[in-house]
C-alpha cells in the first residue's frame, strides 16, 4: 500500500458508527479523526451504491470501472465486510499538519486585511474571500458587484454564520446584475464549495474572480466575455461548514455537511459530522438515490427536501437569475433560443456529468447537454457523462433542481489529479501547477456557451 505525504491526501472524516457521540462538540474542539484512516476499494459496488449511502458510509465521489471508495477507519472495513461488501485497502491516509486561523463569529466586521487570511499553506478563509469579494468590487467599481443572497444556518438561528453572498462581473450598463431572470446579457454562474472539505473549488473560484478583472484591458478573450455576459460566481456557497474545515487545527475538520445541529434530537453526531448534505437536500427528486435518513451520515438528505437556509437562498437566487423555459415531464426539452449556464464544482473524481443524475435517463436536451459535456472533458481530460454513467446516480442535487425547475443548462466538473495532488487537501502549490491551469480554459468555454447553450 502507498503511505501519502503530509498534505496531499484528504483526511477522512469519522463515519458508520464512530460518526455519533454521546456529548456534542464546539467548532473549534479537537477532532474526532482517528489516527489510522483508510481509503477503501469497494469491488463491484456501483450496483449497491445506495446500501453505502444507507449505512451512512463516506462514500466518496470517485469511481473505477465498477468499484466505488469509501473513507473511513479500521471499523469501517469492518463495516463493509459485514454489509457483504469485497474491499481492498487503496491508500493510508496521512493527517496533514496546519494551524488554525482565529476562531471568529462571523463576516459582520471585515477589513481589508481579512483578504491575507489563510489556512493549510494558503487556502482563503471565509472571511478572505468575502473581504476579496469587497476589495475586488471596490478596485473595478465599473465591473463588478457584491450581492448577499442569503444567511447560513448558524446566522439565520442567531449562532454566529455568514451571509450567502455572489459577485457579478461584468461591463456594467443600466440594468445590469439586477436580480431578475429577464437580463439583458447572457448569464454563467461558477457555484463552488457546497461541499465545504471540497477547498480545491473555492481556490479556482478566487482565481477565476481575478482573472476576470485583472485582464479585462489586456486579454482580448475575457474582455469579450465581460462586455458581452453577466459572470457570476458563489465562492462559497456553504460557509458554515468552511468555517468547521478551517479550524481543525492540527486535526483537520473534514466536514462535508453544513452544521445544522437540529436534526440530532435522538443522536448527537461528532465533530465533523453534523449537518445536512447540503447537495441531497434540492427539491428535485428528493430523497431517492445516494441519500441516507442516518443524520450523523454524510449523505444526510436532511428532514424534507429544501429544509437548509443554504438550499433556500441557493434557489431563490437561481430564480433571479434563470427564467424558467421548460416544462414539467422529465423528457420536455429547453427551447435552443435558451441563454445561461450554471457550472457547478466538486472535488476529486475526475469527471465532467450533466442532468439528470438522479437516475440514468436521457433529458430532452440530451444532445446539446452531451456535446457540451464532451468538450468539457476533452479540455480537462477527464471522462463525462450523467452521474449515473460516471460515478454513481444522486438525488436531490442542484445540478438536476436547476434543470427540472428552470431548464438551465448545467454541468458539474469533479476538479481532480492525480500524483501529489490527489484528494481534499491537496497541497497549496497545486492549485498553481494542476488546477488552475486545467480549469481556466474549461471556464472560459463553459462561459462561451452560455450564450446558446441548447442551439444545436
Known sequence: MKRWGIGVVAVAVLVGSAACSSSAQEDGAASNTPDRIWEYRVHDAVSRADDLADAGLDLLEKREGND?????????????????????????????????????????????????????????????HYAHLDKVATDYPGLAKVVTYGQSWKKQTGRGGYDLKAICITKQAAG???????????????????????????????????????????????????????????????????????????????????ANTSNETTTTCSTPNHGVDLNRNFGSHWGGASTTRSVCGETYLGPRADSEPETQASESL???????????????????????????????ANTVMFPWYYETVRTGNDATQRAIARQLGSI???????????????????????????????FTIEVGAGGNCSGFLPAFSCQASTFWPKMRPALIYAAQKAVAPFKP
Open 68 to 128: 466505488l471508495f469509501v473513507l473511513g477507519d479500521d471499523a469501517t472495513g469492518d463495516q463493509l465486510r459485514a454489509l457483504g461488501f469485497s474491499i481492498a485497502v487503496n491508500e493510508e491516509i496521512v493527517v496533514p499538519q496546519w494551524a488554525p486561523p482565529p476562531l471568529r463569529a462571523n463576516n459582520a466586521e471585515l477589513s481589508p486585511a481579512d483578504v491575507e487570511e489563510t489556512y493549510y499553506g494558503g487556502y482563503r478563509t471565509v472571511n478572505a
Open 176 to 258: 445590469d446584475c439586477a436580480l431578475s431572470p429577464n437580463s439583458a446579457k447572457p448569464r454563467f454562474l461558477l457555484y463552488t464549495q457546497i461541499h465545504a472539505r471540497e477547498i480545491t473549488t473555492g481556490e479556482v473560484a478566487w482565481r477565476w474572480i481575478d482573472y476576470l478583472t485583472a485582464n479585462y484591458n489586456t486579454d482580448a478573450t475575457v474582455k469579450q466575455l465581460v462586455d458581452t455576459e453577466e459572470l457570476w460566481v458563489v465562492p462559497i456557497a456553504n460557509p458554515d461548514g468552511v468555517e468547521i474545515v478551517q479550524q481543525g487545527g492540527s486535526r483537520p475538520q473534514l466536514q462535508r455537511k453544513n
Open 318 to 348: 437561481w430564480r433571479k437569475l434563470f427564467p424558467a423555459v421548460r416544462g414539467p415531464n422529465p423528457s420536455d426539452p429547453s427551447p435552443a433560443t435558451a441563454k445561461g449556464l450554471l457550472l457547478t464544482l466538486h472535488s476529486a
Open 380 to 410: 480537462t481530460g477527464y471522462p463525462y457523462g450523467q452521474s449515473g454513467e460516471v460515478l454513481y446516480a444522486a438525488s436531490g442535487s442542484t445540478d438536476d433542481w436547476a434543470y427540472e425547475k428552470l431548464g438551465v443548462a448545467v
